[in-house]
């Protein structure tokens, strides 16, 4: 149980770790019920830093207002939302899908000068089998790593590019989804938002821990070129990666999963190619990394 937490807080649910990393599975909580963010909820979030909900009948105006209890909602800078809720972003993978959204390890947003402080995720349609969400911890990635290893980390900082054309096949972001299954939902706004530059150790505001924030959308170090940049990001990016700093989500309808992009990364497994899978996601504001 995570410290703050008693069972009178926790009388009408329970919660079971997912793995000893992080991540929890959360089973008789209704959050249409839930009006305000209490500290005890905000400590679980914090704490195991995935929260797996389970059994959530959500239309997408509840799922909005228990999103909004965590923030302000951050928009999507290139799709549009769901016409009755526009802050509400439907992700589908027909049958006939080229590819799936966001298939590789990533915080989402990093691109953004205020990264995403959380996503909700919830589970509309689901393929048979598959289609699993891996999540990593940054933080214990962090403390894995050398005293010698920190201290030459500590002054870099990241450069995440919109417009880097070296991860989609020549294209930039913008230019990907436009030709893609997704090309619909791009709401045709400026597709070239600033570069995103934050701190590689990054230290969480409401925890004051340190983790390894870094990721896919990460292009290069400031001050080094692509090509001195490229060994080390590509060690980091398999560091974070190892079994012990993982937990994975087995998706059910009605799941709605929530995490902590400020000290987490992700992968959405790709292995259900030829089935449908539907997700309603709302991701929420964050500040600016320090």
Not at 88 to 111: C, L
Not at 247 to 262: F, I, S, Y
Request: with cysteine; hydrophobic share 40%; proline share 7%.
């Amino acid at each position: 149980m995570p410290e703050g937490l008693t069972k009178l807080d926790l009388q009408d649910f329970s919660v079971t770790p997912l793995a000893g990393a992080l991540g929890a599975e959360v089973c008789g909580l209704d959050v249409t019920t839930v009006k305000d963010l209490s500290p005890e909820l905000n400590c679980l979030f914090l704490s195991h830093k995935v929260l797996t909900i389970r059994g959530q009948a959500l239309e997408p105006a509840a799922l909005l207002a228990f999103s909004k209890l965590w923030g302000d909602v951050h928009f999507y800078p290139y799709m549009t939302g769901l016409p009755e809720e526009p802050q509400v972003f439907e992700i589908v993978t027909a049958p006939d899908a080229k590819r799936v959204f966001g298939n590789r390890w990533h915080s989402d947003q990093m691109y953004d000068a205020h990264p995403c402080k959380a996503t909700l995720l919830l589970a509309k349609d689901l393929p048979s089998v598959g289609g699993d969400t891996i999540f990593t911890d940054l933080e214990a990635a962090y403390d894995a790593l050398s005293n010698g290893m920190k201290a030459m980390l500590a002054g870099l900082r990241i450069h995440c590019d919109p417009a880097d054309k070296t991860r989609y096949g020549g294209k930039t972001r913008a230019e990907w989804y436009a030709g893609d299954d997704m090309s619909e939902k791009l709401n045709g706004k400026d597709q070239s938002p600033p570069v995103g530059i934050h701190p590689l150790i990054r230290t969480h505001p409401e925890t004051g821990r340190k983790c390894l924030f870094v990721g896919d959308q990460v292009q290069r170090f400031e001050g080094l070129s692509l090509e001195e940049s490229a060994p080390l990001l590509a060690y980091l990016m398999i560091h974070i990666q190892q079994p012990e700093f993982t937990c994975r989500v087995r998706w059910e309808p009605g799941t709605l999963v929530m995490w902590d992009n400020r000290c987490t990364c992700h992968y959405a497994v790709a292995d259900y190619v030829g089935e449908f899978r539907r997700m309603h996601r709302v991701t929420i504001s964050g500040d600016t990394p320090y």
